[in-house]
């Protein structure tokens, strides 16, 4: 017992060597950034107290008196300060906050850019984590701002049900639920990537028989390197553009007469695909072009519009009813207000997203009003050659809007890759048509 009261003190007294010891190897054993990272979160933690009273993250405990002294001098029991624990976390830090008194995630989220600067660190993000605490993500590398290549493969396996879209700040994977969707509306400024995410889109789904491309390309020749893989492509024609909505429009109508006979049940995404009734994807890059009407008295305005009006009532009746039959509308243009998507339309897309922009006013017409509560995801704040290629959208597990960046497909891979999968080109229509048939109409 004598042996035991002796020892037990004596490894209370050097259990600190021993987490200095610890930590010093993992130290020496880190690489550059996660030697970054131990000595961030240490100096983290140690100027912890001195940070938050720095940047009002704490609150004076009423219930003690006050005394002539100063705020570092008083005790901690007279000041609330949070407690933290620091640990590493995907390419930075993570920090686990107790929340204490009034101050909780809403002061987090307003401090985030001072504390950001007091730990010398390019970014950082609260949000709730269970009751009573919050998590600060601590970016040291910054994943938006590193370019990265999506090399595509025609054996690559495809999920209809989820696009990962790239990775957020913290290099974490961002993605949205793509089951159950019908329109996709995605804005942006000119040259920050909207037809590039089409490439995208498009290497994650080329690979599959169970979808089938339909592309309209209001730049004429943008897309025309995917054509091989799409059962339908037209340029900036109204004409063609309209034959090509009016197609996929006759796609909805049949497949709504035989989806029980088909698919027997009442949704597409209530089960597995089949061949024979692919996912389809109406894409209309620079959908402005087909979508508004002109105001000119021209002999052929008339007939114009008359075009327009019907292209417009046929994607939205395909926005707001595709979904159960297993069609998705894809729709892209710069700033996406009233003028340039019909608002019906734009607002019934349960996917937004958006690339840069330029004004307040553009960015709530391309994700909506609660955009302005996510200051660190605004697209106003992409405006900077570093951000080509990031999007600020809706993701699935992160809470509010978060910023992606979209690997590159390159031209000569897209290419490469509509070639390779050409043979899974089809019409839906004419795939349909066969299912229904009675078995022995159906050539061997
Ligand atoms: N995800 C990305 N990663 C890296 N670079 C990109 C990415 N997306 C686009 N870029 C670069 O930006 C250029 C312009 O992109 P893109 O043509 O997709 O822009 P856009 O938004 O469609 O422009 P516009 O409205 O004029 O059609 C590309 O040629 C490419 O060099
Ligand atoms: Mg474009």
């Known amino acids: 017992m004598a042996d035991l009261a002796f020892v037990v003190p004596g490894v209370i007294a050097a259990a600190p060597m021993l987490v200095t010891s610890v930590s010093a190897v993992r130290y020496v054993r880190a690489d550059r950034l996660g030697r970054a990272v131990l000595r961030k979160g240490w100096r983290i933690r140690f100027t912890w107290r001195r940070t938050a009273l720095r940047c009002g993250l704490y609150q004076a405990d009423q219930a003690a008196p006050a005394g002539g002294e100063t ?48 730990w010398r660190v390019r970014y950082l993000e609260a949000s709730p984590a269970r009751p009573g605490y919050l998590t600060l993500r601590v970016v040291l ?14 054996d690559a396996p495809v999920d209809l049900r989820t696009w990962v879209l790239g990775v957020g700040r913290d290099g974490q994977p961002v993605k949205v639920r793509t089951a159950e969707v019908s329109g996709i509306a995605v804005g942006g400024l000119s040259g920050y990537g909207k037809t590039s995410l089409v490439y995208h889109r498009f290497a994650t789904l080329a690979p599959s028989p169970l979808v089938q491309f339909a592309l309209i390309d209001g730049k004429d020749f943008e897309l025309s390197d995917l054509k091989a893989r799409a059962y339908l ?7 063609r553009a309209h034959h090509i909505v009016s197609q996929v429009h006759a796609l909805y109508t049949d497949r709504k007469n035989a989806i029980r006979a088909v698919l027997r049940r009442r949704s597409f995404w209530a089960g597995d695909p089949i061949e024979a009734w692919p996912l389809t994807v109406l894409v209309i890059d620079e959908a402005h072009t087909f979508l508004h009407e002109t105001k000119s008295t021209d002999p052929g305005a008339k007939d114009r519009n008359n075009r327009v009006r019907d292209i417009v009532g046929m994607l939205d009746e395909l926005v707001r009813k595709g979904r159960t039959v297993g ?34 006013e553009a960015a709530i017409a391309a994700l909506g009003d609660d955009i302005n509560d996510y200051p660190h995801a605004h697209p106003r704040r992409l ?16 809470p ?38 009675p078995a022995d109409t159906i050539p061997a």
Do not use: W
Request: hydrophobic fraction near 45%; aromatic fraction near 4%.
């Open 327 to 360: 069609i998705q509308v894809m729709l892209l243009t710069q700033k996406p207000t009233g003028e340039a998507i019909p608002t019906t339309i734009r607002d019934n897309c349960q996917i937004a997203l958006s690339f840069a922009q330029r004004s307040k």
């Open 71 to 118: 705020l570092m001098m008083r005790s901690r029991d007279r000041l609330l300060i949070p407690r933290i624990a620091v640990a590493p976390g995907p390419n930075g830090l993570t920090v686990s906050v107790k929340t204490v008194g009034q101050v909780g995630l809403e002061d987090f989220e307003r401090s985030a850019d001072d504390l950001a600067n007091a």
């Open 400 to 437: 509010g809007y978060s910023l992606a960046r979209i690997p590159y497909v390159t031209d000569r891979d897209a290419i490469a890759l509509a070639a390779s999968t050409a043979h899974l080109t089809a019409d839906p229509r004419r795939l349909l048509a066969a299912a229904l048939a």
């Open 383 to 398: 405006q900077d050659p570093a951000y080509v290629g990031v999007v600020s959208v809706l993701a699935e597990g992160r």
């Open 141 to 154: 590398r910054d994943a938006l701002r590193q370019r990265t290549l999506f090399v595509p493969s025609p």
């Open 233 to 239: 492509h037209c340029g900036d024609d109204l004409d």
